[in-house]
Nanobody, 116 residues
Framework: QVQPVESGGGSVQAGGSLRLSCTAP????????VTWYRQAAGKQREWVAE???????LYVDPVKGRFTISKDTAKDTVYLQMNSLKPEDTATYYC??????????WGQGTEVTVSP
């Protein structure tokens, strides 16, 4: 079981940047990939990005070129660097470690608000 804790959200103007953090102790030892999701108020949850155990990354089309997912295994932390933010990026962001030995645990999320 790997329990994530998200942080780093806030309110910014369009064009600004934020870096989200997800501390997930054990994600390396449990061979977990980590996925970022977001959910806007009143809307369904959307997959945003993921990083595999080998460090390969994937992104949903609307954030390509603007968001970067990375990890620091020494700190058991996954990051989502968000640049050139747009109002449509406004959502609560969650990270989810997954894999055969990772369980299915979700944190409280961190809120991102982007004003025009």
């Amino acid at each position: 079981q790997v329990q994530p804790v998200e942080s780093g959200g806030g309110s910014v103007q369009a064009g600004g940047s934020l870096r989200l953090s997800c501390t997930a102790p054990g994600f390396t030892s449990h061979s977990c990939a980590v996925t970022w999701y977001r959910q806007a108020a009143g809307k369904q949850r959307e997959w945003v990005a993921e990083i595999t155990t080998r460090g390969n990354t994937l992104y949903v089309d609307p954030v390509k070129g603007r968001f970067t997912i990375s990890k620091d295994t020494a700190k058991d932390t996954v990051y989502l660097q968000m640049n050139s933010l747009k109002p449509e990026d406004t959502a609560t962001y969650y990270c989810n470690p997954y894999g055969p030995n990772c369980g299915d645990n979700w944190g409280q999320g961190t809120e991102v608000t982007v004003s025009p």
